[in-house]
């Protein structure tokens, strides 16, 4: 009875707005403008969204194609053998956007990931023998930190971690389908070989290394790096390492020190030490150094009572040729450019 009774007051109800200081009906053509107003905003809002929403899916369809897996000319091929260094020390972000070209490339989840510069929280995190995971940024590692993070540092944003410096070289050297092919040949697992291979002096081989643990340290000590021959027979040396520096970093050092090259017996010297240290099973000093001397991190300044046992060792090395990229004729005259 009580509804039945308020139903007449209901129908007579009408809302009031204030406009300008005014009280008006709802019925009131200064309200109906207002409220065609805020229609139109609101349509306007959703055709954005809906815009946006294309854009991004036209991206994921057709852009993401254009950069697809073995599609991409090296960029290597567009400037002569002495004019890489100074291109990639000119742009940092180079090798995140050249990590974009790795397997996982043609997927929806994984290029939505890569627009905002996300990555997938324990994706490719493995578990290692003490429990612990370890992300290894994909299965060819091309994937640079996330850039949104609670711990977001200028380095990270450039990209530290080895595997993807390491990965977005060999696509700029070498291109995209080199870089997503996990062996190039020659490869070999012990240095004698390697030694052996510098040995040829042959110009633009891009060689791709690695050394790895018998079991896992805290923190570990696995690390991968590229070499590139050059035409006087010195050899540039391209690395970042995960948390400590970016390539960008590392190439800056390198060129304070006037070293932008390594000479072939420095490099030669400088694996002969790494191969002592792969037999290393205790952490001396000798083995600080060398690890310092070759990979640009000081373990005991950064762990002080680093605990290293013969399970550590870094018995495991691998290397093997990317590629040999294309020079320019006219750059092969064997002259090194001054700093």
Known sequence: D??????????????????????????????????SRGRRSAQRKR??????????????????RLAAP???????????PWDH?????????????????????GSLRGSIWRLFGLTHDGRHRQMDDRGR????????????????????????????????????LTVYFCGAEVAN??????LGTDVASL????????????????????????????HVFSLVSMPDGSVAWYQSYIEHYSLHT??????RKKERYFSLDDVKRKLRDIDELRNATVWTDRANAVYLDNFFVDVRSHVPHFHFKPAHRLRDFYWDVACVYDIKNDTLDGRRREL
């Open 195 to 222: 030694l052996r291979e510098l040995d040829r002096n042959i110009t633009g081989v891009v060689y791709r290394l690695g050394v790895g643990q018998v079991t896992r340290s805290d923190p570990g000590l696995e």
């Open 133 to 168: 995971y370890v992300d290894g940024g994909g299965p060819m590692g091309d994937e640079f930190e996330p850039l949104f993070s609670s711990h977001l540092s200028k380095e990270k944003v450039v990209g530290t971690r080895c595997s993807t410096t390491r990965f977005a």
């Open 2 to 35: 009580f509804v039945i009774q308020l139903l007449p007051q209901l129908r007579a109800f009408q809302m009031v707005l204030v406009i300008d200081g005014d009280i008006v009906a709802e019925d009131d053509p200064r309200a109906l403008r207002v409220r």
């Open 70 to 80: 073995g599609s991409s000319t090296p960029l290597a091929r567009e400037r002569g």
């Open 47 to 64: 055709w954005i969204v809906k815009a946006a929403g294309i854009a991004l899916a036209a991206w994921v369809l057709f852009g993401e």
């Open 85 to 105: 260094w100074d291109f990639l020390l000119s742009r940092p972000l180079l090798l995140r956007e050249l990590s974009q070209l790795g397997t996982g490339a």
């Open 181 to 186: 092919t996990p062996f190039g040949f020659p």
């Open 250 to 255: 590392w190439m800056k050092f390198r060129q």
